[in-house]
């Protein structure tokens, strides 16, 4: 092994660069795969179409079980117009403890004019002492809609890692038709106590969800967040949230939870409430394994 000369760090040549790139196009009442490409860790498979709306539901892999500090992953889509694509993941997104660099994911994904994309990965676990950092960037044509989710574990819960990761950082940002963006950041680094990161400390999971479109109707969006309203009050003690108007057209949800099994009863709901009042659509059976 040859260290570097200069005095820098051997820790900067550790990591994975993985690629993933898709490209959508509308071919009669389906929605069709074009052009997709990936490098390790990241692995192809084709869309599943599990209901005859046409939307192609479309599978991020990564066979190495997770992240490890100095990965670099990425993920690229483009949407044409009228494409409806379903984008999610078969298990949870682990990150393993780092000594020194962060593992990163970059998504940007181009939504074309009324195409929709529903982004709904499984939470991401952030074991202890890791370090993660990861920016979700949409860009939005007229007319499309997007329903993006995403959700952070406070560890290995079963573990009782709780609130023991190092840092993470997280950037989402929807870019609308007319230039403006709804855009969440935020960066937690635990400490040694769980109340070191305020409210969220006493619970287990943390998420948030973002419908946005300038397509859709007023009063559409009115009935959908008291529909919604109503769901995260049905399990009180176990999800806290709110859901809430922003700049851009559409609904912004935040939420805590006490356990993986809440989380998911609650988002199923919502999703289910959000398919049926913008597309008349029934909640998917993603049947994962």
């Not at 078969?90 to 393993?96: G, H, L, T, W």
């Not at 044509?141 to 952070?152: I, S």
């Not at 403006?180 to 006493?202: C, D, K, M, N, T």
């Not at 946005?212 to 959908?224: C, F, M, P, S």
């Amino acid at each position: 092994m040859n260290l570097p000369v200069d005095g820098s760090s051997v820790f900067a040549t550790v990591g994975r660069r993985g690629r993933l790139s898709y490209e959508f196009e509308r071919a009669g009442p389906r929605t069709i795969l074009t052009r997709s490409s990936c490098t390790s860790p990241w692995h192809h498979f084709p869309p599943s179409y599990l209901d005859d709306s046409g939307c192609a539901y479309t599978w991020l892999v990564n066979p190495s079980g997770g992240l490890v500090g100095g990965d670099h992953v990425s993920v690229e889509a483009q949407l044409h117009a009228h494409t409806h694509v379903v984008m999610t993941s078969p298990s949870a997104n682990r990150v393993y403890r780092s000594l020194s660099e962060p593992a990163a994911q970059e998504v940007r994904i181009s939504v074309g004019p009324g195409a929709r994309l529903e982004w709904v990965p499984e939470v991401t676990i952030p074991f202890a002492g890791s370090r993660f950092r990861q920016s979700i960037h949409v860009d939005l044509a007229p007319g499309a809609t997007v329903v993006l989710w995403d959700a952070m574990a406070s560890g290995r819960v079963a573990m009782r890692e709780r609130w023991a990761f190092a840092a993470v950082e997280n950037e989402i940002r929807i870019r609308t038709p007319l230039g403006g963006s709804v855009v969440e950041r935020y960066r937690v680094v635990p400490g040694r106590l769980p109340e070191s990161v305020g409210l969220a400390g006493s619970w287990d999971y943390v998420a948030s969800l973002f419908v946005i479109g300038d397509g859709v109707n007023a009063e559409i969006w009115k009935g959908l967040e008291a529909a919604i309203a109503v769901i995260l009050d049905e399990h009180p003690g176990l999800v806290l949230g709110a859901v809430s108007t922003p700049a851009a057209p559409g609904l912004a949800v935040k939420m805590v939870a006490r356990s993986a099994p809440d989380l998911t009863v609650t988002l199923e709901a919502i999703w289910a409430a959000v398919r049926k009042d913008l597309w008349n659509l029934p909640a998917p059976n993603l049947r994962r394994y």
